[in-house]
């Protein structure tokens, strides 16, 4: 059984940085694509971030190129999630997915995490 668990969410303020893991146990990780949805209250899930097995292919939302960065650590089993230069509608509970391939593209998410709250003061 896979299970992807979140970690590192928190209370920031505007323009402060926060770095969110998800350690997943259980199957290959280094085998799957890894990626990062938020859902804001009252708002559906959104793609924010993905990485292909290896950590070298890596897709954004317009929405936090340039300030979030996503990587991705086989040897640890963990995909991470680096949010520089907050923004208050970044709020959000986080969530870490596991693809069903090793590229995003054409893939579906299979495995989800409970989800970390972030929330960015104004």
């Known amino acids: 059984q896979v299970q992807l668990v979140e970690s590192g969410g928190g209370l920031v303020q505007a323009g402060g940085s926060l770095r969110l893991s998800c350690a997943v146990s259980?199957?290959?990780?280094?085998?799957?694509?890894m990626g990062w949805f938020r859902q804001a209250p009252g708002k559906e899930r959104a793609f924010v971030a993905a990485t292909d097995w290896s950590g070298s292919y890596l897709l954004y939302a317009d929405s936090v190129k340039g300030r979030f960065a996503i990587s991705r650590d086989n040897a640890k089993n963990t995909v991470y999630l680096q949010m520089n230069s907050l923004k208050a509608e970044d709020t959000a509970v986080y969530y870490c997915?596991?693809?069903?391939?090793?590229?995003?593209?054409?893939?579906?998410?299979?495995?989800w995490g409970q989800g970390t709250q972030v929330t960015v003061s104004s």
């Open positions: 259980g199957g290959t990780f280094s085998s799957y694509a």
């Open positions: 997915a596991q693809y069903s391939g090793n590229y995003p593209r054409g893939n579906e998410r299979r495995y």
